[in-house]
């Protein structure tokens, strides 16, 4: 089965340093890796995805994860945060295609926290 | 597009009621989700649809949970009768298989009392 873990229940960090959520993943595969984030009384916004390529991805708002698969980790970076990265974030994985639409899986979410 | 969209985004109702939870996903999408969100479990998912048929229902915790996609715009999550510990939020979400990633509404959050 898979799944996926988000350590940290909740990531403090200071405007304007780099900020670094944690995400380590179980698959079977190659896997299908993606990052969301929820902000207060939304649903979940797509941030990016791996999927095959280059390990480095960037995606939405300056944010970029980095696929690490000697260590099955998928971690969510940006160089400088703002207030407004505020927010619940969720890493989320599933299986390759095999025949079938694989479910995707989603992690509990890590809340991270800018300081002004 | 206007993105997924739920109604109602606020459903307050007493035990034992019926309930009934709607959503419309993006057009062109052939994947519907509903998904469940509480402090204690984070976001379940409930039931996903393919081109409207129903695929997989293994998440729907009870057989007072149903769900529903009779056209390609139009979903229902209904529960029957309505538990205190029902209360969450629940989200629709729709996906194009081939891009994979979801959109998902904004969510209806039910407070059963």
């Known amino acids: 089965a898979q799944s996926v873990a988000q350590p940290e229940d909740q990531v403090n960090v200071a405007e304007g340093n780099p900020l670094t959520v944690k995400c380590t993943y179980s698959?079977?595969?190659?896997?299908?890796l993606f990052w969301y984030v929820q902000y207060p009384n939304r649903g979940l916004q797509f941030l990016l995805k791996?999927?095959?390529?280059?390990?480095l991805v960037k995606g939405s708002y300056g944010f970029e994860a980095e696929f690490n698969k000697s260590q099955t980790s998928f971690h969510l970076k940006k160089p400088s945060a703002l207030v407004s990265d505020s927010a619940l974030y969720f890493c989320?994985?599933?299986?390759?295609?095999?025949?079938?639409?694989?479910?995707?899986?989603f992690g509990i979410g890590t809340k991270l926290q800018v300081i002004p | 597009d206007a993105g997924v969209i739920q109604s109602p985004r606020h459903e307050v109702t007493e035990m034992g009621q019926e309930v009934t939870l709607r959503c419309k996903p993006i057009?062109?999408?052939?994947?519907l989700f509903w998904y469940r969100q509480t402090m204690m479990r984070g976001l379940e998912l409930l039931i996903y649809?393919?081109?409207?048929?129903?695929?997989?229902d293994s998440g729907m915790p009870e057989d007072r949970f149903s769900a529903k996609m009779p056209n390609a715009s139009f979903s229902t999550l209904k529960i029957q009768p309505s538990e205190p510990r029902d209360s969450a939020v629940y989200f629709c979400?729709?996906?194009?298989?081939?891009?994979?990633?979801?959109?998902f509404g904004p969510g209806t959050r039910l407070t059963v009392l």
């Open positions: 791996y999927i095959t390529g280059d390990n």
């Open positions: 989320a994985v599933r299986a390759p295609n095999s025949g079938g639409y694989q479910k995707v899986t």
């Open positions: 698959v079977s595969g190659n896997p299908y």
């Open positions: 979400a729709s996906s194009l298989a081939r891009f994979d990633e979801q959109f």
């Open positions: 649809f393919n081109n409207n048929v129903p695929i997989d």
């Open positions: 057009s062109g999408h052939d994947y």
